[in-house]
């Protein structure tokens, strides 16, 4: 194989062939092509692109790099969920269990956390025993006994995404359209469920800035997903704040609790309600969206749906009672507020800067080895467009030490405002379906 002739082409803006796209994802598997020359590829595609038969062809070599996982031994249509992630977004959390709750097998393979958004392993691992590493035939079982799994990517699931993300972080190849559809369609379809649902973030707060490139990818995704034989549909939501009031891994956790017992702050619940119906008509038990919110309604309201996702911790090792005593979960030592230093309407102007917060205390990683602290985080008082006057607590900082909260109140403070005129709300979430 000459990888330069490959390289060459693409950065010529030429089209590659399916056998070019192998030879690249199984070379750099085996060992036999370098990392600088992976990133030469890499910095061509992002700045050229890729046409939509070239991301399918990227997207199914990458998945064929290892295992696929079969699940037809689980009755049902398996369902998965997907986020792009963002500032506080916690719904994966509280959407499983109800879906599974509502009979539809959800069969989770999730990441963690990078940069500013969280991850939901992070955030499930903040619970004392939390494991997330279970075998092929215990992920089977569970999902078959329960109605929900959840487990993070192994070495033998799409190996080949798994060595070009770590890449692509190191040379500022993250955000491509092609290369963000071939990630995170390749480890779905390497899952092995029957269908997809995407949540696709935008904003401030998200990877993609604007609802134009979140569309885009959305539709990509869906194409991909439907040449691959799966059901899709996408749920596009905004990030141009935090969802919900707590930022950070185990104050996230406690919030999509205090979800599953019928208590979600008003935005949370507004993407519950795009979401989870999705999930439940993916899985075939009704093609009615607003029966389908009917019965997600009565899974929250009985209690079905938070005890599904205290068997699932229990399943997974877990201590299941963290869902009625929040002080099981790790403890930050500090605790410090941020208040109004005028009257005014609150004016969340850099979402990801909220997110910053969150590493700033050492809850968030730089790279995906890193050890995080699962207790800090920020409980937000106030939401964007509220009227506040001087001295109301705006946050309040759970951190591990003052000169940690110290560095998070400036970058809090220098990603809002306080000003006299109330901003126009911000649509949260609209449907794109297959």
């Given at each position: 194989?000459?990888?330069?002739?490959?390289?060459?082409?693409?950065?010529?803006?030429?089209?590659?062939?399916?056998?070019?796209?192998?030879?690249?994802?199984?070379?750099?598997?085996?060992?036999?092509?370098?990392?600088?020359?992976?990133?030469?590829?890499?910095?061509?595609?992002?700045?050229?692109?890729?046409?939509?038969?070239?991301?399918?062809?990227?997207?199914?070599?990458?998945?064929?790099?290892?295992?696929?996982?079969?699940?037809?031994?689980?009755?049902?249509?398996?369902?998965?969920?997907?986020?792009?992630?963002?500032?506080?977004?916690?719904?994966?959390?509280?959407?499983?269990?109800?879906?599974?709750?509502?009979?539809?097998?959800?069969?989770?393979?999730?990441?963690?956390?990078?940069?500013?958004?969280?991850?939901?392993?992070?955030?499930?691992?903040?619970?004392?025993?939390?494991?997330?590493?279970?075998?092929?035939?215990?992920?089977?079982?569970?999902?078959?006994?329960?109605?929900?799994?959840?487990?993070?990517?192994?070495?033998?699931?799409?190996?080949?995404?798994?060595?070009?993300?770590?890449?692509?972080?190191?040379?500022?190849?993250?955000?491509?359209?092609?290369?963000?559809?071939?990630?995170?369609?390749?480890?779905?379809?390497?899952?092995?469920?029957?269908?997809?649902?995407?949540?696709?973030?935008?904003?401030?707060?998200?990877?993609?800035?604007?609802?134009?490139?979140?569309?885009?990818?959305?539709?990509?995704?869906?194409?991909?997903?439907?040449?691959?034989?799966?059901?899709?549909?996408?749920?596009?939501?905004?990030?141009?704040?935090?969802?919900?009031?707590?930022?950070?891994?185990?104050?996230?956790?406690?919030?999509?609790?205090?979800?599953?017992?019928?208590?979600?702050?008003?935005?949370?619940?507004?993407?519950?309600?795009?979401?989870?119906?999705?999930?439940?008509?993916?899985?075939?038990?009704?093609?009615?969206?607003?029966?389908?919110?009917?019965?997600?309604?009565d899974a929250i309201a009985s209690g079905r749906a938070l005890e599904?996702?205290?068997?699932?911790?229990?399943?997974?090792?877990?201590?299941?009672?963290?869902?009625?005593?929040?002080?099981?979960?790790?403890?930050?030592?500090?605790?410090?507020?941020?208040?109004?230093?005028?009257?005014?309407?609150?004016?969340?102007?850099?979402?990801?800067?909220?997110?910053?917060?969150?590493?700033?205390?050492?809850?968030?990683?730089?790279?995906?080895?890193?050890?995080?602290?699962?207790?800090?985080?920020?409980?937000?008082?106030?939401?964007?467009?509220?009227r506040v006057s001087k001295g109301d607590c705006l946050c309040e900082?759970?951190?591990?030490?003052?000169?940690?909260?110290?560095?998070?109140?400036?970058?809090?403070?220098?990603?809002?405002?306080i000003t006299d005129d109330k901003l126009p709300e911000n649509n949260?979430?609209?449907?794109?379906?297959?």
């Amino acid at each position: 194989m000459n990888f330069i002739h490959t390289i060459e082409k693409k950065r010529d803006k030429k089209k590659l062939s399916r056998e070019e796209i192998n030879d690249f994802i199984e070379g750099y598997v085996a060992g036999e092509i370098p990392d600088y020359q992976v990133s030469s590829l890499l910095m061509a595609v992002y700045l050229n692109g890729c046409d939509e038969e070239e991301t399918f062809e990227l997207t199914r070599a990458m998945a064929g790099s290892g295992d696929i996982m079969d699940l037809s031994g689980i009755p049902g249509i398996k369902v998965d969920k997907h986020s792009t992630g963002g500032v506080g977004d916690k719904v994966t959390l509280i959407a499983a269990p109800v879906a599974a709750a509502c009979g539809v097998p959800v069969a989770k393979m999730s990441g963690r956390g990078l940069g500013f958004t969280g991850g939901t392993i992070d955030k499930l691992e903040s619970i004392p025993g939390f494991s997330v590493e279970l075998s092929n035939d215990e992920f089977i079982s569970q999902v078959k006994n329960i109605g929900y799994a959840l487990i993070g990517q192994t070495g033998d699931l799409a190996p080949a995404d798994k060595l070009l993300y770590s890449l692509r972080d190191v040379t500022g190849t993250v955000d491509s359209i092609p290369l963000i559809a071939s990630s995170i369609m390749s480890k779905k379809i390497a899952a092995g469920s029957d269908a997809i649902v995407l949540e696709i973030t935008y904003g401030t707060g998200a990877f993609m800035k604007d609802e134009k490139r979140a569309c885009d990818l959305a539709g990509l995704m869906i194409d991909i997903g439907k040449a691959a034989g799966l059901e899709m549909s996408a749920v596009i939501t905004n990030m141009n704040e935090p969802l919900g009031h707590a930022v950070g891994n185990s104050l996230e956790v406690i919030e999509a609790i205090e979800a599953l017992k019928g208590r979600a702050a008003p935005d949370v619940l507004k993407v519950m309600k795009s979401v989870i119906p999705e999930m439940i008509m993916a899985g075939g038990k009704t093609e009615d969206r607003w029966e389908a919110w009917e019965l997600a309604s009565d899974a929250i309201a009985s209690g079905r749906a938070l005890e599904v996702f205290r068997k699932m911790i229990e399943a997974q090792h877990g201590n299941p009672f963290v869902t009625e005593d929040y002080s099981l979960f790790p403890k930050a030592p500090f605790k410090s507020g941020i208040y109004a230093d005028r009257d005014g309407y609150l004016s969340i102007r850099d979402c990801a800067g909220i997110g910053e917060c969150i590493k700033l205390l050492g809850g968030g990683r730089m790279t995906k080895e890193q050890e995080i602290d699962l207790s800090v985080g920020l409980e937000l008082k106030v939401k964007n467009g509220d009227r506040v006057s001087k001295g109301d607590c705006l946050c309040e900082i759970m951190s591990r030490n003052e000169a940690g909260a110290e560095e998070a109140r400036g970058r809090f403070l220098s990603s809002i405002e306080i000003t006299d005129d109330k901003l126009p709300e911000n649509n949260l979430v609209y449907t794109l379906n297959d």
